[in-house]
Every structure is written in C-alpha cells, then in structure tokens.
C-alpha cells in the first residue's frame, strides 16, 4: 500500500507546534516519520512563515527561531509542487491554495481545522471532487480514526 498524500492547511501546523501532543501534532509525526506523504506549495510555506512568526501565534511558541524551525521542518519533509492550475472553491480565497496543490499531487486527503471555510465545503461523506478528482477534507482528529481503521497502514 502507497503511504497516503496529504496536503496540511497552515493552521494544522501551527496547531502542531503550539500543542504537540494533539491530533495535529499527531499528524505532523506522521510526516515527520514519513507514514504520509506531505505535498505543499510555495504559496503555502509563505503563508506558514508569515503566520508563525506573527506575534499572535509568537505568543504561544517559545521563541520566533522555534517558529522558523518548524517551518524549516514542514519545508524538508513535503514534497514541494507548483499547481498548473488554480481554483476557486473557497469563499476565503487564501483557502484555494489549498486545493490546488491537491488537485496538482492528486492527494487523498486535505487535513485542515478551518471549520469556518474549508470544512464547510466537504459534502455528507467528508468528500470533495475537483475536476475528478475526489478526496476527504477532514480535521486532523478525523484523519487519525482513518488511520487507525486502515489495516494496510503501518503505524
């Protein structure tokens, strides 16, 4: 069995890194131990070092070097894409970077806690389909039962 494709939305990482022991944080140990495939983009790891080094997620990490080594980190263990192409799904149009890079590594799962936009777009089943392509939006919690109930995934 092929490891799963995920693309993290920011806040998902941002999450890990306050709070290391929680579903997101679990998550991130999963890319970090290469039991998943993390894809990203440049758009994405721009909006993940703005945001970690703002004073309102400073706050909750130790220090700003802290900051820039967890995105130091995401950044050497994604697979980095450039999406040919670009969509407009999401009512928050810096959620569509999102489904671009899905759409470009043809992922299995967006992992996101964006309950506002992103979740709200998923249909009853948690699904999604782009051109075709169709995948699971789930919260980081979500992704987890679905790794656990997986019996080719190796943990």
Do not use: C
């Amino acid at each position: 069995m092929e490891a799963f494709k995920v693309v993290l939305d920011t806040n998902v990482i941002i999450t890990a890194a306050i709070n290391p022991l929680g579903s997101s944080g679990k998550v991130m140990d999963l890319v970090v131990g290469k039991r998943v495939l993390s894809y990203t983009s440049e758009a994405i790891l721009e909006e993940l070092r703005f945001k970690l080094t703002s004073e309102k997620v400073l706050q909750y990490l130790e220090s700003r070097v802290y900051a820039l080594w967890i995105y130091r980190i995401f950044r050497a263990l994604s697979i980095l894409v450039e999406p040919a192409e670009r969509f407009e799904v999401s009512p928050d149009p810096d959620d569509n970077k999102l489904f671009d890079v899905v759409y470009s590594a043809k992922a299995d799962f967006m992992i996101s806690l964006d309950k506002k936009h992103v979740l709200k777009l998923r249909d009853g089943e948690r699904r999604f389909s782009l051109k075709g392509h169709e995948f699971l939006i789930l919260t980081p919690a979500e992704f987890l039962e679905v790794v656990e109930r997986d019996k080719n995934f190796k943990a």
